[in-house]
């Protein structure tokens, strides 16, 4: 629900904003600092013959955008490390594991003649798992590797300073180990809903 509502204000502000001036010019760069909330698909696979489900998490996260043309420019994400526990069939607590989800992505900012700027990217994601504790045994979730979608929306609050809201879709899918035996895959697919300050240097 917080990702479809967060998805529909996001496409009321881009319909509502036209077009140009008050382009972002090659050779800029934005830094932004905020928080995220990660909420993974509600059906996450299965792991050993039983429904997975893993839990949404807060965090900060951190972006730097560079412009290599007007309106174009190259982001990385960065966040502190999100935390989920794992469980089975509704209610086997299977354990708990850590993740850092560095994103590379081309985003292309729309120019507008308002303070609402709207933009869209698509990307890579490495997610790197790690510190998996299990009461089961020694729990292993393998690193994944896939595309990232984007929409934000920024609300210029200076002439170099912005207040923006972002979504973000990831393909993270798993494999999974139990005491060195593979369990099946983790279908994560989580979005990110956030909200930062960036700042155009």
């Known amino acids: 629900m917080t990702s479809k509502l967060a998805i529909l204000t996001l496409s009321t502000a881009l319909a509502a904003v036209s077009a140009p001036a008050f382009a972002q010019s090659q050779g800029d760069w934005t830094v932004g600092v905020g928080v995220g909330y990660l909420d993974p698909k509600s059906d996450n696979g299965s792991l050993a013959g039983f429904s997975a489900d893993v839990d949404s998490d807060t965090r900060p996260i951190f972006t730097a955008e560079y ?5 174009l420019g190259i982001e990385l994400l960065a966040a502190t490390p999100f935390s989920h526990d794992i469980t089975l069939g509704g209610s086997v607590d299977a354990g708990s594991v850590k993740h850092l989800p560095p994103t590379l992505s081309l985003n292309y900012h729309f120019a507008t003649n308002s303070a609402w700027k ?6 890579l994601n490495y997610t790197v798992f790690f510190d998996e504790e299990s009461p089961l045994g020694d729990l292993k979730v393998d690193n994944s590797f896939g595309v990232s979608l984007q929409a934000g929306l920024d609300y210029m609050v200076t002439d170099k300073g912005a207040v923006r809201l972002n979504v973000r879709w990831f393909d993270i899918d798993s494999d999974v180990t139990l005491n060195g035996a593979d369990i099946g895959k983790a279908e994560i697919d989580p979005w990110l809903v956030g909200v930062s300050y960036v700042h155009r240097f």
């Open 67 to 71: 412009f290599i043309r007007d309106n």
């Open 118 to 123: 709207p933009y869209v990217g698509a990307g």
